[in-house]
């Protein structure tokens, strides 16, 4: 099916919700409700900061459901109450990383209570819509208060914007304002739905109706990720395989064991990699075992690379190891589709 569909359906267990982005008849984003309650990213806590970790540069901020690690603890006072937001996922056995600088967010505005001033998205070029949207959005403002306008605003009615950008407001002040008590889960996670439209373009259809995954074949492409093996045209392949500490990617070219089709099959793979990761939901450090190639191909896949991520999430290239392996950093924005999602 061409074109842009937003399938939302329920997880098999009737513990939460699951939506997938669909683009021209290909699943390209997945996001599903954790089954179990806990620490996930964007949640925003009160918590109770211990004592500095010596030699770790941070301290543990005590949650109601766990701890949270906080790195940037200086002048943090231990025991006094602390506003944090969970960054992103952590490694297993570890406290997840929080933050000090609060983000509320919605699909139009951003509120900063930590970054004051209005900042609009880079991506509306227009001077008079962005002036219109500032005109709107400006006024809602107290001294002192943050804003950012998002991409998803350019062409969107004003009314619409300014509810948004209100509601965020509102929401950051009553937050900001709430520092007495106990360790407490003060603004959680949206369920999958929710993030679907905060965060994802405007499709064409929307189909929330029971059975929306399987109408759209998304099961099938669940039930692929559950092989670490990734075709890549050609009798070339690429197994994505995570372990402990890192997620392990080794490519393969098949038969075509030439240069050139070294380089293709590198190409190749590191096109497909983002997708693969997002729907996997993988990250952390990840180490590529690239076909077998020379030192002057480097730039070549390291512009491919940049290409190929840009939109996605943080993603970055720490280097190359005296191997020749590829090294990259990845935000983990979601838990592993295996544990999420069991088979």
Do not use: C
């Not at 962005?130 to 998002?150: H, T, Y």
């Not at 059975?211 to 197994?239: C, K």
């Not at 590198?266 to 450090?285: D, S, V």
């Amino acid at each position: 099916m061409k074109g842009r569909v937003i399938a939302i359906d329920q997880r098999p267990d009737g513990q939460g919700s699951m939506a997938a982005l669909i683009e021209d008849g290909i699943v390209e984003d997945l996001i599903i409700d954790p089954a179990a309650p806990g620490i996930h990213p964007g949640q925003i806590w009160r918590g109770q900061p211990d004592r500095p970790m010596k030699g770790m540069g941070g301290l543990m901020v005590r949650l109601d459901a766990g701890n949270g690690f906080l790195k940037e603890g200086k002048g943090v006072a231990p025991g006094e109450p602390l506003l944090v937001q969970v960054s992103t996922h952590a490694e297993p056995g570890k406290a997840p990383p929080v933050t000090r600088r609060l983000l509320f967010k919605s699909r139009y505005a951003i509120a900063t209570p930590m970054a004051p001033g209005l900042n609009i998205s880079r991506s509306i070029r227009d001077p008079e819509e962005r002036d219109v949207l500032e005109a709107a959005v400006a006024p809602l403002m107290q001294p002192g208060e943050g804003m950012i306008i998002r991409t998803a605003a350019r062409g969107v009615v004003l009314e619409d914007v300014a509810e948004d950008a209100a509601a965020m407001l509102e929401l950051s002040r009553a937050v900001m304002a709430d520092l007495t008590g106990p360790p407490e889960l003060l603004v959680d996670t949206p369920d999958a739905g929710m993030l679907a439209w905060r965060d994802w373009p405007e499709p064409d259809i929307l189909d929330d109706a029971p059975g929306a995954f399987e109408r759209h074949n998304v099961w099938d492409t669940i039930d692929g990720l559950r092989s670490p093996r990734v075709p890549l045209g050609q009798g070339a392949y690429m197994f994505i395989e995570p372990v402990r500490a890192l997620v392990a990617v080794d490519v393969n070219t098949g038969k075509d064991m030439s240069p050139a089709g070294s380089l293709t099959t590198n190409i190749a793979a590191l096109r497909a990699l983002p997708r693969q990761l997002r729907l996997r939901g993988l990250g952390g450090q990840i180490v590529l075992d690239l076909a077998p190639m020379t030192k002057r191909d480097r730039p070549q896949l390291e512009s491919t690379l940049k290409s190929a991520f840009r939109g996605d999430v943080e993603t970055s290239l720490a280097g190359w190891t005296p191997l020749g392996h590829m090294e990259l950093l990845r935000k983990r924005e979601r838990l592993p589709l295996a544990e999420v999602l069991p088979a």
